[in-house]
């Protein structure tokens, strides 16, 4: 296949059609197109997400980011005093609507057993969101 000239390319770029998923607003609607920001734990761990998504599957942060009352002016929240493991899984749970398998390693010559994540980590962390009528 031969090489295209710049102009040649300029024209056929112009032509392009854009991509599928910029152009489907089903999708773009769902997701929506802003973004926030949650620190989590001592060490500051950041989790970026859809705020439309996290606000339709969470409706703590609905009452987070939409109230004019919480003093909330940037799309940041902080849990300083939570596990960013549990939030880890909890924004699997946002995206994927299921959560990880939960796997445990045994280990040998002790009465040990620790688990691939911290399902009570979890559910400290739903509580604190009002998600026990929820399925996370």
Known sequence: MPLKSPQEREHSEAKMEPPIFGANEECSGFLGSEIVELIVGKYEERFLIEK???????????????????????????????????????????????????????????????????????YCLAEKLHLHSSRP
Do not use: H
């Not at 409706?59 to 003093?71: A, E, L, V």
């Not at 880890?88 to 620790?114: C, H, R, T, V």
């Open 52 to 122: 439309k998504l996290l606000c339709r599957r969470i409706p703590y942060f609905r009452t987070i980011f939409t109230s004019k009352d919480t003093g909330t002016l940037e799309n940041t929240d902080r849990f300083p005093d939570d596990d960013s493991g549990a939030f880890s899984i909890l924004m699997e749970w946002i995206y994927d609507d299921k959560l990880p398998k939960l796997g445990a390693i045994f280990y040998d010559g002790a009465n040990e057993i620790q688990f691939t994540w911290q399902p009570v980590s979890l």
